[in-house]
């Protein structure tokens, strides 16, 4: 595995090579030595006692002097490429062609240019070298190493092939900018576990979850403690925004500030503006049970969105996913809150990707997301549960969307997500499987012989594990509730079997009865004549008319 790390051009030739040849922060650095240079005779301060870095930096920069006020304020090119752990040591030999690879990719030193760019590459560890090169050539004009980056990780790609070092796959600069390591340490240094980049960034992401209009955006995010500065056009349209920390400041006491898209790619203002447009606005809903309900009913439908659309449709109902999962910490009891942030936070790179969403196909979950913004948390478990229990199952297909667009990083990011998703989902749903559990075995032996019949009738090859399972009670109280609402409870069971396939769920009488609630609300149509007089043929776990299995993600 082959990384390549590019720093902003620097300024002090000498202060780069000062850190290279010394002892590192924790005297890391070993054998600080030249591997190769632009033509093999440049003075090694590490090998030859009597060369010097003074002369080595007046070597790198004899063209800069040349060049005088027309070469760059950042003449200094820097780049480290490193290989995994894992990998076997490669030879000096080995990393100095890897680094003339590199540079003529990038085009600072194209290979057989007599005026490429001055360069050297430094080894003081096994596993990594760097390369520093003085960003003018021997005509005196700068060199063309525009989308430098993209270029170095392409050509390590096949240097990872051809090498036989392990090959990873790469991200398609769809992920957030990670925190610096002055951030990080600052936020060591103040006692807080995450930085001001991630904090704001978790702060917008709420904030556009909840927000109809951009200047509700702004009240949101203003109403958290943090700074908001928008910036305008000469026409008065907004043309932008940044975000800060109260209290957070420079050295000048002056707030840091983070744009939109330093936060995030969808956190610009133009990624936002344009989901808040397809937004109509969100009318108020009359109960908590009502709008919780209509969110896990519409999130429930995800799977089939995903399995059927268009990819810019399937993206649209990803990136609102997203926004599902960032709403739920803010109304979630506090013991659920940090498993359910880490979700949001690890789904975070799954709601994106270079495939362009057409938002307005997504406006069903979105106005469902928003409206449970707009109504006290929920008293009742089992309206989270329902929701927890739709979206673990959502980011599933999530998952297998990516997969099979070989999105590799948002595949990785979703199964990450579902990890804490159904831990919370454990937590949520105890209590409220112990109240079921409870009602059903408090029922008439005569109710119980009626959902037993419901069962073997609908599901003949699971009933037996079913009936014997200990949480078997709970979904008899399930299916009793769906008996007395109207519903047959056979023909919910078998719609309940037909969403998903069961072989891999660990307690099938918990799943079908977080299912069938789900199945059973009252916002639903209700069983018409026609339906219920539908036979279901004995061995059929499919009900009539049930769309195809076959395509979509496996269950929980």
Same mark, same amino acid.
């Given at each position: 595995m082959m990384i390549a790390k590019i720093g902003k051009p620097g300024r002090k030739t000498r202060g780069v090579l000062n850190y290279l040849f010394g002892p590192g922060r924790a005297n890391e650095h070993a054998d600080p030595h030249l591997v190769a240079s632009w033509d093999g005779f440049a003075p090694d301060p590490g090998r030859d006692p009597d060369a010097t870095l003074a002369q080595l930096a007046t070597a790198l920069d004899?063209?800069?002097?040349?060049?005088?006020?027309?070469?760059?304020?950042?003449?200094?090119?820097?780049?480290?490429? $490193?290989?995994? /752990? +894992?990998?076997?040591?490669?030879t000096d030999d080995e990393w100095a062609t890897i680094a003339r690879r590199v540079l003529n990719a990038t085009g600072v030193a194209p290979a057989g240019d007599p005026d490429a760019c001055r360069w050297v590459a430094v080894r003081h560890a096994d596993d990594h070298i760097h390369i520093v090169a003085?960003?003018?050539?021997?005509?005196? $004009?700068?060199?063309?190493?525009?989308?430098?980056?993209? $270029?170095?990780?392409?050509? %390590?790609?096949?240097i990872e092939k +051809?090498?036989? %070092?392990?090959?990873?796959? *790469?991200?398609? $600069?769809?992920?957030?900018?990670?925190p610096t390591r002055a951030e990080q340490e600052k936020a060591r240094r103040t006692g807080t576990a995450r930085t001001s980049r991630e904090r704001l960034r978790t702060i917008v992401r709420t904030a556009v979850s909840a927000a109809t209009t951009i200047e509700e955006l702004f009240r949101i995010i203003e109403g958290t403690g943090a700074l908001v500065d928008v910036q305008y056009f000469p026409s008065g349209d907004i043309r932008g925004y940044k975000v800060a920390l109260a209290g957070d400041t420079n050295a000048q006491g002056e707030p840091v500030w983070f744009s939109g898209s330093t936060l995030a790619p969808d956190l610009s203002y133009p990624k936002i503006a344009e989901r808040l447009t397809t937004t109509a606005t969100t009318p108020a809903e009359p109960t908590e049970a009502t709008t919780w309900r209509r969110l896990a009913i519409a999130v429930d439908k995800m799977p089939d969105h995903l399995a059927q659309s268009e990819d810019e449709n399937g993206q649209?109902?990803?990136?609102?996913?997203?926004?599902? %999962?960032?709403?739920?910490?803010?109304? !979630?009891?506090?013991?659920?809150?940090p498993q %359910?942030?880490? !979700?949001?936070?690890?789904?975070?790179?799954?709601?994106?990707s270079r495939i362009a969403a057409h938002h307005q196909q997504a406006q069903a979950i979105r106005q469902a997301v928003k409206a449970i913004l707009r109504q006290p948390a929920p008293k009742d478990g089992t309206l989270l549960v329902l929701a927890l229990d739709a979206l673990v199952l959502a980011v599933i297909a999530a998952q297998h969307w990516h997969r099979t667009r070989s999105h590799h990083q948002q595949a990785e990011a979703a199964q990450q997500a579902v990890v804490h998703l159904r831990a919370a989902h454990r937590t949520a749903a105890a209590e409220s499987l112990t109240t079921l559990r409870h009602r059903g075995e408090l029922l008439p032996q005569w109710q119980l012989n009626r959902q037993v019949a419901a069962v073997r009738h609908a599901l003949p090859d699971l009933a037996e594990r079913i009936l014997a399972e200990p949480d078997w009670p709970a979904l008899a109280a399930t299916l009793n509730e769906a008996t007395a609402a109207g519903h047959s409870p056979a023909r919910l069971l078998a719609q309940a !079997?037909?969403? *998903?396939?069961?072989?891999?769920?660990?307690?099938?009488? +918990?799943v079908l009865a977080w299912r069938l609630n789900r199945l059973r609300d /009252?916002?639903?149509?209700?069983?018409?004549?026609?339906?219920?007089?539908?036979?279901?043929?004995?061995?059929?776990?499919?009900?009539p008319h049930a769309p195809p299995t076959a395509s979509r993600p496996r269950s929980r």
């Open positions: 004899l063209r800069v002097k040349q060049a005088g006020h027309k070469a760059p304020k950042g003449h200094v090119w820097h780049c480290s490429i $490193r290989a995994a /752990p +894992e990998d076997r040591h490669l003085t960003k003018v050539r021997g005509d005196l $004009r700068p060199p063309r190493n525009w989308n430098d980056f993209v $270029r170095a990780d392409k050509e %390590l790609v096949a +051809e090498y036989g %070092l392990r090959q990873i796959p *790469r991200g398609d $600069r769809a992920a957030a900018k990670r649209a109902y990803i990136a609102v996913l997203l926004e599902a %999962l960032d709403a739920l910490p803010v109304l !979630a009891p506090a013991d659920l809150r %359910l942030l880490q !979700a949001a936070t690890a789904f975070e790179h799954a709601g994106r !079997a037909g969403q *998903r396939e069961l072989d891999t769920a660990h307690n099938l009488s +918990e /009252p916002m639903t149509e209700r069983p018409s004549a026609r339906i219920a007089a539908t036979p279901i043929h004995p061995g059929s776990t499919t009900p």
